[in-house]
């Protein structure tokens, strides 16, 4: 019997088609399914917009499976899977903050940035922010981003954060305080200076201090993104930060903000 309800909760598509696409699926509202489509099945207009592939899809096999593969070959032209499989699939460690949420209770609104999404949920009073992995492969983009968030906890500078995000059991992602506010101009430049050297008296170097990375808040400047920021004593590295902030600040690129031009879609 053919599920009741299919929903493609995120995808990545080769605009060229020469390489495999992969979506998350949510599968009757509680069984998540990770599909990758071999090159060549479908046209990317039909890869690009969940509406229209989904009319085209093989039937979904039936059973415990969490991981397919839909090909073709010359001698069964019709697009089938190839493969299903379940697999236990990557989980962010280690962990320090001791409240987690599962994905299925979180409502996830607009994407402000690639993998982050405004979010609302019953256990919360105000919106939040949702970061996550949506494939397996992203998974260690966030395992050092969680920990950034354990350095400077309880030191006002970043976004409260809130707790981690489960899909079956594993963490994909986390939670943390959404903060309204504008992006620093040059007038700022005092003020943000003032909560990089916060951070750097953590003997933490953040490491990707553009403009977007910066909230002008009603509670002062707040620091955000911490994917790329490491532990340590290296003066030269916070001194090349705080020397090149002034230009960061006058940069009028989208660097660091929403690319207009990925290809995650």
């Known amino acids: ?12 598509v080769d605009p060229d088609g020469d390489t495999p696409s992969y979506y998350r699926m949510l599968v009757n509202k509680k069984d998540f399914k990770y599909i990758t489509i071999d090159p060549g099945i479908y046209e990317v207009d039909d890869l690009c917009f969940p509406a229209s592939l989904l009319e085209k899809l093989p039937p979904l096999p039936s059973g415990n499976w969490n991981c397919g593969r839909i090909s073709q070959s010359v001698e069964n ?5 190839a493969e299903i499989a379940r697999k236990a699939l990557p989980s962010i460690s280690p962990l320090w903050h001791p409240k987690s949420y599962d994905y299925l209770s979180l409502k996830i609104g607009k994407r402000l940035r690639s993998n982050v999404y405004l979010a609302s949920s019953l256990q919360f009073e105000k ?14 983009y966030y395992v050092s981003e969680t920990g950034a968030y354990s350095w400077i906890d309880g030191h006002n500078i970043g976004p409260e954060f809130l707790g981690y995000i489960t899909e079956d059991g594993r963490v994909i992602g986390f939670l943390i305080e959404y903060i309204e506010g504008r992006h620093p101009t040059v007038s700022d430049l005092p003020a943000c200076r003032a909560i990089v050297r916060r951070l750097h008296e953590l003997n933490i170097v953040h490491r990707d201090l553009n403009k977007h990375n910066f ?3 009603k509670r ?18 916070m001194k090349k930060e705080l020397e090149g902030l002034e230009r960061q600040l006058l940069d009028e690129s989208v660097n660091g903000g929403i690319h207009r031009d990925e290809k995650i879609i």
């Not at 019997?1 to 990545?12: C, D, F, G, K, R």
């Not at 970061?131 to 260690?140: C, G, L, T, V």
């Open 77 to 81: 032209p019709t697009p089938f899977f």
């Open 220 to 237: 002062g400047v707040v620091l955000i993104d911490f994917e790329t920021a490491v532990q340590s004593k290296n003066c030269d590295g």
């Open 1 to 12: 019997m053919q599920p009741t309800t299919i929903e493609i909760l995120n995808q990545e």
């Open 215 to 217: 909230l002008i808040s």
């Open 127 to 140: 919106p939040i922010i949702a970061k996550f992995a949506r494939f397996d492969w992203e998974i260690r």
